[in-house]
């Protein structure tokens, strides 16, 4: 049994797979709050559903990518058998995770989309960095920037930590409060090899 927030059939709108429609489960709960978070309806809310019953509604949109995000879906212990599932039914699987629990139980098959929190999130202090080394060739890595110091702040992190190169690295700007222009000026000054990401889910008026 998992407690999930709500499932719904929409456009992808982050990560490399941006753009392509897709099927999100998201569960209840989460263990940060975010300064920015857009999801705060998902820390309490939520029906406890079976795998199946999770199933029957995922099966209906006939889409075979699916996302498992929150709230934070590492806190129910029962998520790793749900992308299990999924990834044997030949569903091509995202994890979107706030980067503060260990990713290690997550199925290799999955591509993870891990969070490293800035300090404007509030949340700066709860990035497990050891998930780095765990993260797959295929899995890759956002920054969610909310001013110029956070930028300084991810731009040392990539230095510090080197192997985050290795992945398809994000940086997005908070919707509403960073101008995207400004952030892609800071990125080319430094000629950053990182993705400027916009949530483009937002631009279209959709979840």
């Not at 999924?86 to 591509?111: F, H, K, M, P, W």
Request: proline letters at 3%; charged letters at 25%; glycine letters at 6%.
């Amino acid at each position: 049994m998992l407690k999930v927030n709500e499932i719904f059939f929409s456009i992808q709108g982050e990560s490399s797979y941006a753009g392509f429609p897709c099927v999100f489960v998201r569960l209840t709960g989460c263990n940060l709050q975010c300064s920015y978070c857009d999801t705060t309806y998902a820390y309490h809310e939520g029906s406890n559903l079976s795998i199946d019953t999770i199933f029957e509604e995922v099966n209906r949109y006939h889409c075979r990518l699916m996302q498992i995000t929150g709230g934070e879906p590492l806190l129910q212990k029962d998520m790793p058998i749900l992308a299990k599932t999924a990834l044997d039914q030949d569903y091509n699987v995202l994890i979107e995770t706030n980067g503060s629990l260990d990713i290690s139980a997550i199925d290799d098959r999955a591509t993870i989309i891990m969070d490293m929190k800035c300090p404007g999130s509030g949340e700066a202090d709860k990035n497990l960095f050891e998930n780095i080394s765990k993260l797959k060739s295929y899995d890759e890595v956002k920054f969610v920037i909310l001013d110029y110091d956070d930028y300084l702040w991810a731009k040392d992190i990539l230095d510090e930590y080197p192997a985050i190169h290795k992945h398809i690295t994000h940086f997005s700007p908070v919707c509403g409060q960073l101008e995207p222009g400004k952030l892609a000026e800071w990125i080319l000054k430094d000629n950053l090899n990182v993705r400027l990401q916009l949530q483009i889910h937002k631009y279209l008026g959709v979840k």
